[in-house]
């Protein structure tokens, strides 16, 4: 049986590592940060050299950290990038992250990348080719990946299988780990008039290595996945059905638009703590 | 997929993608045609702030979306997206007149871009001051005598452009530039990247001097009593 976590740690309640806060985490003592690790997106590490690289380096001094990048293209059918690959492994060897992330998703074909988390049909055909992907990778960076599932606008006719057993199916043959956003389940479902707690009871609890929550855009018709927002309260009951069956679990708040001093976006994590200990949301 | 969003055309959609009584699929498809020119429009403006505020709003749009179906991202990184746009707006303008007002995206462009690039670039904090805490006439003759030899660093990038952004470039303001040839310096120290005018002497000979610290070279006489300020700048590294 697998272990839970997939045997990796469980470093507590994170951050991303967001410009706007490296003001205060570069002013601010390590030990008033108030938060357990921090999420770099890795695309913002590659060829750095930068302000961006010594404050990372400083936050990685003093916390766990974990790499979320957003263009492997793990379902794209073009090759995958190995230049790419290999300098996120250069990165991983210099500062041993817990673990790496990406998305089940495509960005791009033919040389292009539209810096999108494009949905794949979920196909039988989809999920063998990814699979091989993930083979690949895992290979190439001598540890598993963790795959977070996106938020989705739309649904492919000729998809065979739901988003989450199609994840499920994908860690059962290639070992991966999955990065659970509690937002994205709540967007993907909104969105296509689904069930989340029905998705969120196919996933593998043993798999989940990490969540995510984050706040969304609500357009009447739909919900566009945003962070520019606290997270809603409809993604809280959620985030506490996730803890039941998979906690405990690293859990952390990515806020990438109209952010917030750092203060407020730990305020975030704060509540999530509340809801674990099934404490209301406002103290 | 990937040519509807880029094309934000809906053809064909209905055969591929699921609609209902809220969003059909059109409409799924046009939610990430918006999506990915947004994305880009946004980081253009980022990244040239300056032109943005310079050009206004309909004219930096007309600018970006141009840019946009001329280049899309090749690169896994955003960072990339923006290296051509200078290249691209010099291209779009009428040929002639090197210091005409159509000239101007494409200078100003060029700094910006050249700013965003020296944030990113291997700088040389860290490495320690050439002289630490020495006078300035102390360090002339250490230069002078050959004691230390210079780099360019990647973090120091030159320009030679038809106008003078000074007046923007102090105060942060979409100020229309003079039609004054300038040279700049780009350049990093501690982290924090400034413009800096040159003199031609000045220019000149950063202009030769090698960017491999392996093949660094002595200082000329006639730039010593420069030097100290110079490598306080970022605009040369010794080695």
């Given at each position: 049986m697998t272990q839970p976590r997939l045997g990796l740690p469980n470093p507590g309640d994170g951050l991303g590592l967001r410009?706007?806060?490296?003001?205060?985490?570069?002013?601010?003592?390590?030990?008033?940060?108030?938060?357990?690790?921090?999420?770099?997106?890795?695309?913002?590490?590659?060829?750095?050299?930068?302000?961006?690289?010594?404050?990372?380096?400083?936050?990685?001094?003093?916390?766990?950290?974990?790499?979320?990048?957003?263009?492997?293209?793990?379902?794209?059918?073009?090759?995958?990038?190995?230049?790419?690959?290999?300098?996120?492994?250069?990165?991983?060897?210099?500062?041993?992250?817990?673990?790496?992330?990406?998305?089940?998703?495509?960005?791009?074909v033919q040389g292009v990348n539209s810096h999108d988390l494009l949905p794949l049909p979920l196909t039988e055909a989809a999920l063998?080719?990814?699979?091989?992907?993930?083979?690949?990778?895992?290979?190439?960076?001598?540890?598993?990946?963790?795959?977070?599932?996106?938020?989705?606008?739309?649904?492919?006719?000729?998809?065979?299988?739901?988003e989450a057993e199609f994840l499920a199916r994908l860690c059962e043959r290639t070992g991966c780990g999955l990065l659970l956003d509690v937002n994205n389940v709540h967007v993907s479902s909104f969105?296509?008039?689904?069930?989340?707690?029905?998705?969120?009871?196919?996933?593998?609890?043993?798999?989940?290595?990490?969540?995510?929550?984050?706040?969304?855009?609500?357009?009447?018709?739909?919900?566009?996945?945003?962070?520019?927002?606290?997270?809603?309260?409809?993604?809280?009951?959620?985030?506490?059905?996730?803890?039941?069956?998979?906690?405990?679990?690293a859990t952390m708040v990515e806020w990438d638009a109209n952010i917030p001093a750092f203060d407020v976006v730990a305020a975030e994590l704060a509540k999530a703590r509340r809801v674990r200990e099934g404490l209301p949301l406002a103290a | 997929?990937?040519?509807?969003?880029?094309?934000?055309?809906?053809?064909?959609?209905?055969?591929?993608?699921?609609?209902?009584?809220?969003?059909?699929?059109?409409?799924?498809?046009?939610?990430?045609?918006?999506?990915?020119?947004?994305?880009?429009?946004?980081?253009?403006?980022?990244?040239?702030?300056?032109?943005a505020g310079l050009a206004g709003p309909t004219a930096f749009q007309l600018f970006a979306q141009g840019y946009i179906a001329a280049y899309p991202s090749r690169s896994y990184?955003?960072?990339?997206?923006?290296?051509?746009?200078?290249?691209?707006?010099?291209?779009?303008?009428?040929?002639?007149?090197?210091?005409?007002?159509?000239?101007?995206?494409?200078?100003?462009?060029?700094?910006?871009?050249t700013r965003a690039e020296v944030h990113r670039a291997r700088g040389v904090e860290g490495a320690g001051p050439a002289w630490p805490g020495i006078d300035p006439a102390i360090a002339e003759l250490l230069a002078m005598a050959g004691t230390r030899r210079f780099y360019r660093p990647d973090s120091m990038r030159l320009l030679a452009l038809p106008f003078d952004f000074s007046e923007m470039l102090a105060g942060g303001e979409p100020i229309p530039p003079r039609p004054d040839p300038t040279l700049l310096a780009v350049a990093r120290a501690n982290y924090r990247v400034s413009c800096l005018p040159l003199e031609p002497w000045q220019y000149d000979w950063l202009v030769l001097l090698p960017d491999d610290p392996a093949q660094a070279v002595p200082a000329d006489a006639a730039v010593a009593n420069w030097l100290p300020f110079a490598v306080a700048q970022g605009l040369v590294a010794s080695v």
């Open positions: 410009e706007e806060h490296f003001p205060h985490l570069m002013s601010t003592p390590p030990e008033n940060w108030g938060v357990d690790w921090f999420e770099a997106i890795t695309e913002n590490l590659l060829d750095n050299h930068g302000w961006g690289m010594r404050v990372f380096e400083h936050v990685a001094a003093h916390r766990p950290v974990v790499f979320h990048g957003v263009s492997l293209s793990i379902g794209s059918t073009a090759p995958l990038d190995l230049a790419y690959l290999g300098k996120l492994r250069d990165l991983a060897e210099r500062f041993r992250p817990l673990w790496i992330s990406d998305h089940l998703c495509w960005t791009g063998a080719h990814v699979a091989d992907r993930v083979r690949a990778v895992q290979d190439f960076l001598g540890r598993p990946l963790i795959v977070e599932n996106p938020s989705t606008y739309l649904e492919f006719r000729a998809s065979q299988m739901p969105n296509h008039a689904l069930d989340p707690l029905e998705y969120l009871d196919a996933i593998p609890a043993e798999h989940v290595v990490q969540v995510h929550l984050a706040g969304p855009s609500d357009h009447g018709t739909h919900l566009i996945d945003t962070h520019d927002a606290p997270v809603p309260d409809a993604v809280w009951p959620l985030y506490a059905h996730v803890w039941q069956r998979c906690g405990p679990v | 997929m990937q040519e509807a969003i880029l094309a934000a055309s809906d053809q064909g959609a209905r055969d591929h993608v699921r609609g209902d009584n809220r969003l059909t699929a059109e409409d799924r498809i046009h939610i990430y045609a918006r999506s990915y020119r947004q994305r880009l429009v946004e980081c253009l403006e980022s990244e040239y702030p300056l032109l990184t955003l960072y990339d997206f923006g290296a051509r746009f200078a290249d691209w707006l010099d291209a779009a303008r009428p040929p002639g007149n090197p210091q005409a007002v159509e000239a101007i995206p494409g200078a100003l462009a060029r700094i910006e871009r």
